[in-house]
Nanobody, 121 residues
Framework: QVQLVESGGGLVQPGGSLRLSCAASRNIYRITYGRWYRQAPEKEREFLATITPEGHASVVDSVKGRFSISRDNAQKTVYLQMNNLKPEDTAVYYC???????????????WGRGTQVTVSS
């Protein structure tokens, strides 16, 4: 069974930066589409960014200019770089990716369990 594991969350002061990583818990063939979401307390899960297999990246307007998504195909990892963090960015951040485990397989969508990001002075 494949799991996506997020890492890189934590406590950061306003204006600070964090880079979140998302990787599979076991060896896989590749990640096709990678996405990041977040969910703040008592709010619905919010889509943030996506990156295509070819590396085309897009982020939602609410975080554009501060957040960026990238990938390392060799490491089979998707990243979310977050700069100039604000208290309202406090949330659990989730990775969601389409994973090909074996070359003969079709992509399967997986969610990570999330990593907490807290922005506070």
């Amino acid at each position: 069974q494949v799991q996506l594991v997020e890492s890189g969350g934590g406590l950061v002061q306003p204006g600070g930066s964090l880079r979140l990583s998302c990787a599979a818990s076991r060896n896989i063939y590749r990640i096709t589409y990678g996405r990041w979401y977040r969910q703040a307390p008592e709010k619905e899960r919010e889509f943030l960014a996506t990156i295509t297999p070819e590396g085309h990246a897009s982020v939602v307007d609410s975080v554009k200019g501060r957040f960026s998504i990238s990938r390392d195909n060799a490491q089979k990892t998707v990243y979310l770089q977050m700069n100039n963090l604000k208290p309202e960015d406090t949330a659990v951040y989730y990775c969601n990716s389409d994973v090909i485990v074996d070359p003969k397989d079709r992509p399967t969508n997986y969610w990570g369990r999330g990593t907490q990001v807290t922005v506070s002075s």
